[in-house]
């Protein structure tokens, strides 16, 4: 598992690098957007933990505000995302003139490099 991860943030990061220099879709709002997007994720972590913390404070191990925060904001990020911004540019989903392939490349690798590095 841990060979497979490294291999997709490496194919990633050589994808993003080469879309870097060849082309110029990027813009400074994409930053911008980017940070929108990682504290939204951030969020909808807390919240979809949030609505079954009640059961799960009751069930099992017991979860307690700290257990909350950690299990919230430590959840499974990047390799799965990463996954699936790979599908929507191999997959012909988007043609190849079009930027939106490459834009969700950026936006996922940049969530999970926020992840790795906050």
């Given at each position: 598992m841990y060979l497979s991860e490294t291999l997709i943030f490496i194919s990633v990061g050589l994808f993003m690098g080469y879309e870097f220099e060849h082309h110029d879709f990027f813009h400074w709002w994409d930053i911008f957007y980017l940070v929108v997007f990682f504290l939204f994720t951030i969020l909808a972590r807390f919240i979809a933990i949030g609505i079954f913390y009640y059961p799960l404070s009751k069930l099992g191990y017991g979860l307690n505000w700290k257990k909350y925060v950690l299990l919230s904001y430590g959840g499974i990020r990047g390799s799965h995302s990463l996954i699936l911004a790979l599908v929507v540019e191999e997959g012909g989903y988007a043609d190849e003139t079009s930027v939106t392939s490459v834009k969700?490349?950026?936006?996922?690798?940049?969530?999970?490099?926020l992840s790795l590095l906050l």
């Open positions: 969700v490349i950026f936006y996922m690798g940049g969530v999970a490099l």
